[in-house]
T-cell receptor, first 116, second 113 residues
């Protein structure tokens, strides 16, 4: 069975500093994808970044990058130059297998607070 | 662009009542999903659909039903509301393709009293 673990219930970071949010995953399928979503206090889910298991390079998207360590089964989200608007809940999610299986398994999330 | 639209945003139900949560998307996505999010938890998949007329169970389908008569709409039905169904419900949609992100609606906050 697939499992996503986010071990940090809460994280604090100073504005303009970088922060890393941890995500480890467990699957025996060689084909999988990892997604990060942001959920502000308003409640909507916002897609941030994607990493495929066969991607050769770590994904980047603006201030977001993914530190993908396949052997360790980790896919940590790095936010550079934190902004007050980055304060939110962050979820790591995994899709396993190919074909028509696009179901996501979510972690429990990490609450990030950016301090001025 | 409207994206994924969920109605209502909030609802209070009495135990045993039924209701339908509406979800519509205007992105011509094949795939649609229903999740629930309990306090302090991630999202859990209730049902999903890979196209009109095709639906399948997710991780927590008990107490719910869905239908997909059109590409755009994917309503979720609660037949006999129970307190355990108090949650925030999210509808999402995506293109087919393993690297395609799911796009979420704003959620429906449902309380069963």
């Amino acid at each position: 069975a697939q499992k996503i673990t986010q071990t940090q219930p809460g994280m604090f970071v100073q504005e303009k500093e970088a922060v890393t949010l941890d995500c480890t995953y467990d699957t025996s399928d060689p084909s999988y994808g990892l997604f990060w979503y942001k959920q502000p206090s308003s409640g909507e889910m916002i897609f941030l970044i994607y990493q495929g298991s066969y991607d050769q390079q770590n994904a980047t998207e603006g201030r977001y990058s993914l530190n993908f360590q396949k052997a360790r089964k980790s896919a940590n989200l790095v936010i550079s130059a934190s902004q007050l608007g980055d304060s939110a809940m962050y979820f790591c999610a995994m899709r396993v297998g190919g074909g028509s299986n696009y179901k996501l398994t979510f972690g429990k999330g990490t609450l990030l607070t950016v301090n001025p | 662009n409207a994206g994924v639209t969920q109605t209502p945003k909030f609802r209070i139900l009495k135990i045993g009542q039924s209701m339908t949560l509406q979800c519509a998307q205007d992105m011509n996505h094949n795939y649609m999903y229903w999740y629930r999010q309990d306090p302090g938890m991630g999202l859990k998949l209730i049902y999903y659909s890979v196209g009109a007329g095709i639906t399948d169970k997710g991780e927590v389908p008990n107490g719910y039903n869905v239908s997909r008569s059109t590409t755009e709409d994917f309503p979720l039905r609660l037949e006999l509301a129970a307190p355990s169904q108090t949650s925030v419900y999210f509808c999402a949609s995506s293109y087919s393709g393993s690297n395609q992100p799911q796009h979420f609606g704003d959620g429906t906050r449902l309380s069963i009293l």
